[in-house]
């Protein structure tokens, strides 16, 4: 890439950069202002200089993405968005952490544009831009498998921090990264050590390089100058090795001092996450030059040049265009699968390649979804995913899809555009990854592990929801019933847990054709989801006799009904369907009327109009009994003050998931008594 001879302008606006940091921070009274002023000059050289983008479209698809991993330096990335005309103005500045504002205190996706990724909880970022040089190259393999043009190569720019590295979730992805030769990935390690508790030798004393190096990775060490600001010159030619670097991911591993060069400040905890005030402030003024007694500010002509990057965003864009076009021309199924993609939309008569399931024919609901997966992916190029090293508990492989690697050899049967993703034995990695695709744009990934570890993967969980990602985790081995491997293994707290998480469905289909429905849903309404599965076998229900599955799509719907007039409500999910249906036989041979509603998924079913709910939950029927098995929480709401929770309130233990179901209460016997006790309760 060409490029212009560094000129004082750009010292000015690199020195803007740092004054800026240090008075968003005292205005609003709080933030972090010394890694953003020491990072002026590594942002600004990424956005003025490396990154190709394009701040007039914040969405082009040839665009390199850019993840700020320390999420808690939003100005360093907020004031580049101001510099190079992303919409950001300097009043957003101004409002810095304040409702309302484009500036909050850690980037939101979605929120300003620019920002490719929420980030904050430190190590996430890196992870996710993982994910995103993944995303990459897979979508490369859609579109233009042969590498005939360059118009699906781009990189994928990190700044981390201390904190990121670590974590152990960068740790997990950076080792997969570097196994995955994500040539593509160019992370800037900020080096500064220091962190809150001081310097990060109390407890952070390795050798990252080393590390890195043992990943796979490229390292480049970049030394600070003498009087401690960025080498900037260095960091350049880091810089540009680092782009010509395709054939493994680069750390560039900068040397910096934080808060640099605030006099009192600089190299300190306490710039990392104070007010400089307004003394230090003006005496860091000083010595970079300006006049202390302006505050937000910046001549027109350092604007005008800063934002000058528009224009070469502007010809990097149109001549991606010009070739885009005749690839259009050349490839137009291609072309027609990217536009579809791009638009969010479905291929018609996609929900044909859905399998049903034979009724009477007992089959666990990971092994239909394994079927219902491989018939998706028949039809959707797009879809593509894998587990965490439990692939065939999880029945999460696409047959014949092909190992996601670099290289084939020594697998025959990888590609390095395949559709199977091997995450190795790291959940939280797996999960940020996950996102990280999504956040890429194009397609539907999907990550599988044991239900109970989910509890590993949470914090990417989170931000999957937060940031509204069409991510789907199948979390498989979804209770008690996976039997022998006891209490580590068996999850009891997880459902409610999970769906505390708001915007997260939570589903928990009850038989095969459930299974098959739910993932439909899942595809059709691109938010985040996670299934619970079961790894034993379950009924099949004969849907002559019982509602169609079709109703799990309204989140939970009445499977089978005894009378018109239920005296009592059973509600279960998952493989406790069963045990509910089992119980009504055993309360309709006792002349009791019985509803059984299958709840698969309660956010969905929260999302039905009033109308529906109450004609499958009836207000006047107060006899009710919730069945799962799992803690009790959240099902007071459903059952209601009369109604009996069935639930384990305890963790289970090693033995045959019939032993466990019978000694903890999930039998047909303790629900109907339960019903019966919640008849009682409702008509005292
Ligand atoms: C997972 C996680 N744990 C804790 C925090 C709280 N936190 C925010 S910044 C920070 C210290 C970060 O230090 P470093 O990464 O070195 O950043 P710098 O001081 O260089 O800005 C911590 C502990 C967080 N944001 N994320």
Known sequence: MNRDQWSALDDQAVIVGRALAMDSVQKVGNGHPGTAMSLSPVAYTLFQRFLRHDPQDPHWLGRDRFV??????????????????????????????????????????????????????????????????????????????????????????????????????????????GVQALGNLKVIYDDNRISIEGDTHRAFTEDVSARYRAYGWHVIEVAAMADGNVDRELLERAMVEAETESRMPTLIRLKTVIAWPAPHAQGTSKSHGSALGANEIAETKVALGLDPEKSFSISDEVLAHARAVQARGA????????????????????????????????????????????????????????KVINGIAT????????????????????????????????????????????????????????????????????????LVFSDYMRGSVRLAALMN??????????????????????????????????????????????TAIVWREIITRRKPAGLALSRQNLPTWDRTIYSPAQGAAHGAYVLHDSSANPSVILIATGSEVAVAVAASQLLQSQGIAVRVVSAPCLEWFAETDAQYQESVLPRLVTARVSIEAGVAQGWREYVGDAGEIVSLNHFGASASANTLFAKYGFTAENVAQAAIRSINKSTN
């Open 68 to 177: 700020l991993s320390c999420g808690h330096s939003s100005l360093t990335l907020y004031i580049q968005l101001f510099l190079s005309g992303y919409g950001l103005e300097m009043k957003d500045l101004e409002e810095f952490r304040t409702e309302g504002s484009l500036t909050p205190g850690h980037p939101e996706f979605g929120h300003t544009d620019g920002v490719e990724i929420t980030t904050g909880p430190l190590g996430s970022g890196i992870a996710s831009a993982v994910g995103m040089a993944m995303a990459s190259r897979y979508e490369k393999g859609l579109f233009d498998p042969e590498s005939a043009t360059q118009l699906f190569d781009h990189n994928i720019w990190v700044i981390c921090s201390d904190g990121d590295l670590q974590e152990g979730v960068s740790a997990e992805a950076s080792s997969l990264a």
């Open 315 to 370: 010809e990097l864009h149109s001549n991606w265009l010009k070739e885009f076009q005749v690839w259009q021309s050349v490839h137009p199924e291609r072309a027609q699968l990217l536009a579809r993609l791009q638009n969010q939309t479905l291929p018609e008569n996609w929900t044909d390649a859905i399998p049903t399931f034979e009724a009477g024919k007992d089959i666990a609901t990971r092994a239909a979804s394994g």
């Open 469 to 514: 990602l069409p991510v789907t985790f199948v979390w498989s081995h979804d209770s008690i019933g996976l039997g022998e491997d006891g209490p580590t293994h068996q999850p009891i707290e997880h459902l409610a847990a999970l769906r505390a998480i708001p915007n997260l469905a939570v589903v928990r289909p009850a038989d095969a054709n459930e």
């Open 379 to 450: 039809v959707l190029p797009e879809f593509w995913g894998g587990s965490a090293d439990l692939a065939d508990s999880n029945n999460t492989t696409i047959e014949g899809g092909r190992s996601f690697l670099p290289l084939t050899a020594p697998f025959e049967d990888a590609s390095p555009y395949g559709r199977i993703i091997h995450f190795g034995i790291r959940e939280h990695a797996m999960g940020a990854i996950l996102n990280g695709v999504a956040l890429h744009g194009l397609t539907k990934p999907f990550g599988g592990t044991f």
